[in-house]
């Protein structure tokens, strides 16, 4: 069946005949989409294909023997578990009414342990990554540290040595569990409590994999670390767990990515990251989510920060069927910032429901949240953002700027701003703009010789620009490439 | 050697009315190197011409034809018209949010040419036609007609014009918000557009001032949705001493 696959991909790498793609895609409808996403390709899918389906106590008590856990992350597994199960489905947002968790497989190795050389990966998982240009950015020294998650564990994992020295810790979490405790007892399900909502209840009892992050006083990080994630197993879930801990006075800038192939039943993808700032330290953390669009994309993100520290959220998402996050910042040191800077795409059948949350805690804190969406054939993007600022918080500042452009008359967008004050001292600001691509900026691009697409691509890009000269470079110049295959024969 | 040719053209738009028929039959022929300029007053069709030689989805043509060289030109996109070599001056450019006039510039003339300038020279090329055109350096970080003046505009289509080299030109009241000397400065670009590269040139206006500094060889009055009367350029003076009521009249006459 794989080879069948992988003897169909080969083909349709090979061709522009569209009577050979469409026979291609008739026999092999796993590749359905194939073309404008790019990372829809599936491996031999050995270990998900034994993988149990379901989530009960059982489940999370093999994940937990399998992974030789101690006794209080078991017991945490299964209070998650217990929320999980109480917790109603959240039905204010996007349609969640599909998702299947008896049909899931929570728990897929692929590999029986970790690898530190990008040679001793399977071929398979091998392959992936290097379709994907991971080891490039590495080899190139794009990045301080790479970590590329396969399935449910981190598979690969490298960082640079005179960081090491330093004493920045950057692994997988399930190793940094085992090999520094403290934090964990610490910091774990500190910044997202286990019952904070039904899907980073889950995440609790099913976790695997992940990023842990430790930057000690002082240090700088000056490149990017960066974390691949992929799902490949049809119906998969993936829960990994990313705990980031910024010392006083560091900075440290986190990127992930995301892709899985494209089958026929859904996936899907429920992450806690929780991040703690400390005083007068800065995160930036970077997400270009592209899974594709029969991944559920349900993530808690959040982060607390300590007086004078910098929370910084880039959020791209341009696949999934549905996404639904927020990336929260606490501020609850005096003079402590949020920011999120938040990019979506909802094409045919995707709904994106994004934004994020700032709470002020402490006076003199300031937070901005800039949103733009882009919905074409269809597709459905909304902004749903919380800003709150309780009493005592004075002199605290907030300003939320969100702008939709729709392609088209088919698609559609949404916004719901929830603003919670009870403090006087403060100072607010809120915009939206809704606009549509327009016949005269369209007439006018291609009457300088561009084609409809291109034009349309240009007005997009020009759209997400503020948000795009954020990016590192290699990421700008991926969103842009991202967009063009999101516009391709969009229009017409 | 190229010539546009434009027969028995008529074009409708829709309105809340229902179809209007706005062009009721106009033939032009353009060959390099002529200026020909189209004065009419308000609502006779003059712009509705521009666009339609552009390729505006607004308009409709009913019957008729414009050709290229032989080529079909109604049968072309507006992308495809612009490869081809015709060039509209808008009298409205649109913004374009977040995208740089150099990105654009040098979009638009990869498209245009379907190869990519070469670096070297292009930069050089872009800042020595902005230097003419009186336009300042940081105009090209800027994004696309953004927050532009109504001169800056004007100024930006006919930097667009020098640098897309057309072999045919409409200029889409371009002289319109104009002060003197942009006025100049404007017409100094479309001269030479006209003598480096042998373009031909359609003006469109209401006012003769232009044609001070553009010299027409011919010059068409256009009332409702036709060509009233065509002369040379002394026609303009005429125009200019005496208005258009002579050819008004004659239409609600008829």
């Not at chain 1, 080969?10 to 359905?32: A, M, S, Y």
């Not at chain 1, 106590?57 to 209070?79: F, G, H, N, T």
């Not at chain 1, 327009?438 to 291609?446: P, R, T």
Request: proline letters at 3%; charged letters at 25%; one cysteine or more.
């Amino acid at each position: 069946m794989t080879e069948q696959i992988a003897k169909a991909e080969e083909t349709l790498r090979n061709t522009n005949d569209p009577g050979v793609i469409q026979k291609v895609l008739d026999d092999n409808p796993e590749l359905q989409g194939l073309g404008n996403y790019e990372y829809g390709w599936a491996d031999s899918d050995d270990a998900g294909a034994s993988a149990k389906r379901g989530v009960d106590a059982d489940v999370v008590a093999d994940i937990s023997a399998k992974k030789d856990e101690p006794e209080w992350m078991l017991k945490l597994r299964q209070k998650g578990l217990k929320y999980f199960d109480r917790k109603p489905m959240p039905t204010w947002g996007a349609d969640l009414s599909e998702i299947d968790f008896d049909n899931i497989k929570y728990f897929v190795r692929s590999t029986e342990k970790q690898a530190q050389t990008w040679e001793d990966l399977p071929e398979d998982i091998r392959n992936t990554y290097e379709k994907l240009g991971i080891p490039e950015a590495e080899r190139e020294r794009l990045v301080a540290g790479v970590a590329a998650q396969y399935e449910s564990e981190v598979v690969y994992h490298q960082i640079r040595e005179d960081l090491e020295e330093q004493g920045v810790i950057f692994m997988d979490t399930d190793t940094a569990l085992k090999e520094h405790p403290e934090f964990f007892e610490e910091y774990f399900g500190s910044v997202i409590p286990v019952g904070d909502n039904k899907f980073a209840a889950l995440n609790t009892a099913v976790w695997s994999g992940g990023s842990f992050v430790y930057v000690p006083k002082g240090v700088h990080v000056e490149i990017p670390l960066q974390a691949y994630f992929r799902i490949n197993t049809e119906n998969m879930g993936q829960f990994e767990r990313t705990l980031i801990i910024a010392d006083e006075d560091s900075y440290v800038h986190y990127i992930e990515g995301c892709t899985a192939p494209i089958y026929n039943t859904d996936s899907l993808h429920s992450a806690v990251v929780e991040i703690v700032v400390k005083k007068n330290a800065r995160v930036r953390y970077t997400t270009i989510q592209n899974w594709s669009t029969n991944v559920y994309n349900l993530v808690t993100k959040r982060a607390v920060v300590d007086e004078g520290g910098t929370m910084e959220w880039i959020d791209g998402n341009i696949g999934s069927k549905v996404t639904m996050k927020y990336p929260a910042v606490y501020l609850t040191g005096e003079h402590a910032k949020g920011e999120t800077l938040s990019v979506a795409f909802a094409g045919e059948n995707q709904h994106q429901d994004t934004g994020s949350k700032m709470v002020h805690m402490a006076p003199n804190t300031s937070s901005s949240i800039v949103s733009k969406s882009v919905a074409r054939s269809g597709g459905r993007a909304s902004y749903r953002g919380l800003v709150q600022v309780n009493a005592e918080a004075k002199n605290s500042a907030n300003s939320v700027v969100c702008d939709a452009l729709l392609v088209d008359t088919i698609s559609k967008t949404d916004t719901y701003p929830y603003i919670d004050i009870r403090e006087d001292d403060v100072t607010l600001g809120h915009e939206a703009t809704v606009s549509r691509v327009s016949e005269e900026q369209l007439f006018y691009l291609m009457s300088r010789g561009l084609a409809e697409d291109e034009a349309m691509a240009m007005i997009v890009r020009g759209f997400i620009e503020p948000i795009a000269r954020e990016l590192p470079m290699e990421y700008a110049l991926e969103l842009n490439r991202l967009i063009e295959l999101q516009m391709e024969g969009s229009v017409g | 050697m190229s010539t546009l040719e434009i027969k028995d053209l008529h074009v409708s738009i829709e309105t809340d009315q229902g179809t209007k028929e706005i062009l009721k039959g106009v033939s032009l022929t353009i060959s390099s190197g002529e200026k020909h300029a189209i004065m009419g007053p308000n609502g006779s069709g003059k712009s509705t011409l521009a666009s339609t030689i552009a390729g505006h989805p607004r308009y409709e043509v009913t019957s008729g034809s414009i050709t290229l060289d032989g080529e079909d030109v109604l049968e072309m996109e507006p992308d495809e018209r612009a490869q081809a070599g015709l060039f509209l001056a808008m009298q409205y450019p649109v913004e374009v949010p977040g995208v740089t006039m150099t990105n654009f510039l040098r979009t638009a003339k990869t498209a245009i040419d379907g190869e990519a300038p070469k670096l070297r020279t292009w930069t050089k090329e872009v800042k020595d036609a902005m230097e003419k055109l009186r336009i300042d350096a940081d105009f090209a970080n800027r994004n696309v007609n953004e927050g532009f003046s109504g001169g800056e505009k004007k100024r930006v289509e006919i930097l667009q014009l020098e640098l897309f080299k057309p072999k045919i030109a409409v200029l889409d009241e371009t002289d319109s918000g104009l002060d003197i000397d942009a006025l100049r400065v404007v017409s100094e670009g479309v001269n030479r557009a006209h003598e480096e590269n042998n373009m031909g040139t359609l003006l469109i206006t209401h006012y003769t001032r232009i044609l001070n500094y553009i010299k027409p060889d011919y010059v068409h009055v256009f009332v409702d949705g036709k060509v009233a009367e065509q002369g040379g350029p002394e026609l303009a003076d005429e125009l200019e001493a005496n208005g258009y009521d002579r050819f008004l009249a004659a239409v609600s006459a008829a």
